[in-house]
């Protein structure tokens, strides 16, 4: 996220009986609608997807320049987004 037009947004969503073979679908549709709208101009990449097995939560990490290119890939990626926020890192340093 070198850009500092780029912001992180990360969306949760519920999926019913997720599994690690869902988990892995949901993020490899994350990945190719992101590289879609990349393709059209697009500013977003697809950074991380993880998963709460047990809780039938699935949260899905963002760079982009705003929440609606999310939103966009989500709907691309047919992925449900129960929540859709900008988020900020904090580290040790």
Same mark, same amino acid.
């Given at each position: 996220?070198?850009?500092?037009?780029?912001?992180?947004?990360?969306?949760?969503?519920?999926?019913? %009986?997720?599994?690690?073979?869902?988990?892995?679908? /949901?993020? @490899?549709?994350?990945?190719?609608? /992101?590289?879609?709208?990349?393709?059209?101009?697009?500013?977003?990449? =697809?950074?991380?997807?993880?998963? $709460?097995?047990?809780?039938?939560?699935? =949260?899905?990490? =963002? @760079?982009?320049?705003?929440?609606? %290119? $999310?939103?966009?890939?989500?709907?691309?990626?047919? $992925? $449900? @987004?129960?929540?859709?926020?900008?988020? /900020? =890192?904090?580290?040790? %340093?």
């Amino acid at each position: 996220m070198g850009d500092a037009s780029m912001k992180a947004y990360l969306v949760e969503s519920y999926v019913p %009986d997720l599994d690690e073979a869902v988990a892995a679908r /949901t993020a @490899s549709s994350l990945c190719a609608a /992101t590289a879609e709208l990349r393709a059209r101009g697009v500013t977003i990449e =697809f950074l991380h997807s993880f998963a $709460v097995l047990g809780d039938e939560t699935n =949260f899905s990490l =963002f @760079s982009a320049t705003g929440p609606a %290119d $999310v939103r966009r890939a989500a709907e691309l990626a047919r $992925v $449900v @987004s129960d929540h859709l926020a900008e988020v /900020t =890192f904090y580290s040790c %340093d």
